[in-house]
């Protein structure tokens, strides 16, 4: 089974500011995605940004960016210019290639303070 | 565009009794999932569904719950006995994995509350 890690239950920052969300993961596969997805008290799971592993290139989107370190298994989220509608539970997800399943980490929750 | 669908949106059952939560997924797709929430924890695998048959099921996933897809549009999830521990938000997503598109579309969820 694949592990997600979110060591950061809980995150804050000042709106315009930047905001780094860190992510672990433990898998043998070579062949997978990332996600992250944002969750606000809605609870709609909304996706935020994805990569896919053998692409080296870092994933963007628009003031979402991520860092992907394959061999440290390390997928950090950085949302930049933090708008007070970023406040929300984020989850960084791992998905293998075979079988589309998602496994989720516990979240990070981020407020957005004005 | 398109999207995945629930219903209802809120269920709230007593302890014992059988439950069906809804899911209408994006009509092309082929792959379906449920999750499930707990309030204030992650989200949870349940099942997948692919080909009119289960493909994967978590722990969670007991003799308790079933999937099923009747009629080619709908995608349901029932629980026959509740316990106090099905409170939960379920998801319901769909996929297609055709070419790049891999992406998991999920619907707004339904939150069960067991009482």
């Known amino acids: 089974a694949q592990t997600v890690t979110q060591s950061q239950p809980e995150m804050s920052v000042q709106e315009a500011e930047t905001v780094t969300l860190s992510c672990t993961y433990d898998?043998?596969?070579?062949?997978?995605?990332l996600f992250w997805y944002k969750q606000p008290p809605s609870r709609q799971m909304i996706l935020v940004i994805r990569q896919e592993a053998y692409k080296q290139q870092n994933a963007t989107e628009n003031r979402f960016s991520v860092n992907f370190q394959k061999a440290a298994k390390s997928f950090s989220l950085k949302i930049s210019d933090s708008q007070l509608g970023d406040t929300a539970m984020y989850f960084c997800a791992f998905m293998r290639a075979n079988d589309y399943k998602l496994s989720f980490g516990a979240g990070t929750t981020v407020t957005v303070r004005a | 565009e398109p999207e995945v669908t629930q219903t209802p949106s809120h269920q709230v059952t007593q302890m014992g009794q059988e439950v069906i939560l809804r899911c209408v997924p994006i009509s092309n797709h082929l792959y379906f999932y449920w999750y499930r929430q707990i309030l204030g924890q992650k989200v949870e695998f349940l099942v997948s569904?692919?080909?009119?048959?289960?493909?994967?099921k978590s722990e969670i996933f007991d003799d308790q719950f079933s999937v099923e897809r009747p009629d080619g549009s709908n995608f349901t999830l029932k629980i026959r006995s509740t316990k106090l521990e099905d409170s939960a938000m379920y998801f319901c997503?769909?996929?297609?994995?055709?070419?790049?598109?891999?992406?998991?579309?999920f619907g707004p969820g339904t939150r069960l509350t067991v009482t």
């Open positions: 997503a769909s996929t297609t994995t055709s070419g790049s598109d891999y992406e998991q579309y």
């Open positions: 898998t043998s596969e070579s062949n997978y995605y």
């Open positions: 569904f692919y080909n009119n048959e289960i493909s994967e």
